[in-house]
């Protein structure tokens, strides 16, 4: 009895070192792995326009004969987007708004009209004009030209547009001489301006993000 319990207790010794070496192991670190590299690239877009014929001029106008004059833009950027015609001399755009009945202005896209005015006047003068202190009072009748219109939505890169502007002297137009548009206005509530400034209606033809207008971008 006593030989066969030293042999129990001995085998059992035996497996609790064998368990006690397999712990003092631990893992053995070994693994199958696999990587794949990857890489993020890109490439910025662009806004670009580029206008075709932008210096335009009237010749020779005279009361109720009116004159057309075209200019054209292209997208030429990489990205679709908006193209705008903004009046970017606030002195300019006034001196035509004052015309008031004298002075008929249309804007136009593609041949259609985003704007047309047959009273170009814009309300500054409150006191001495029939709109009061108004913005586009339609039943005065009263439309002053706005700094910005669209021109073009989501246009496509490589396509094109033009935008024309159409001016006649209202029939109450009996006399007059010049450059056509000095700016500022010459007389105003009174006022006797000094020298011209300038003649002529400037603007720029503006391509924004499809969505944004050009104030969002800084346009003066």
């Given amino acids: 009895m006593l030989n066969r319990k030293k042999a129990i207790i001995g085998a059992g010794g035996v497996a609790v070192a064998l368990t006690m070496a397999l712990a003092a192991l631990g893992p053995t670190g070994a693994y199958f792995s696999d990587t794949e590299q990857g890489n993020i690239t890109g490439a910025l877009g662009s806004i670009e326009v580029t206008g075709a014929n932008t210096d335009l001029s009237y010749t020779n106008l005279l009361p109720g004969e009116p004159q057309t004059v075209t200019a054209g833009f292209q997208n030429t950027g990489l990205n679709n987007q908006d193209v705008w015609v903004v009046f970017n001399n606030e002195k300019a755009l006034h001196a035509l708004n004052n015309l008031g009945k ?9 041949g ?13 003068y409150a006191a001495s004009n029939s709109c009061s202190n108004f913005f586009e009072q339609a039943n005065r009748g009263c439309w002053p030209l706005e700094k ?4 073009a939505s989501n246009l496509a890169p490589n396509e094109g547009g033009d935008v024309s502007f159409t001016f006649a002297y209202g029939a109450a137009m009996t006399s007059g001489a010049g450059a056509w548009n000095q700016f500022p206005v010459q007389f105003a509530g009174g006022v006797k301006y000094p020298a011209a400034e300038g003649y002529g209606l400037p603007y720029q033809i503006v391509a924004t993000q499809v969505g944004h207008e050009p104030g969002e971008v800084g346009v003066n």
């Fill in 148 to 151: 910005a219109y669209k021109l």
């Fill in 102 to 110: 004298y002075g008929n202005f249309t804007v136009a896209s593609g």
């Fill in 112 to 124: 259609t009209a985003v704007f047309a005015s047959t009273n170009l006047q814009d309300g500054a």
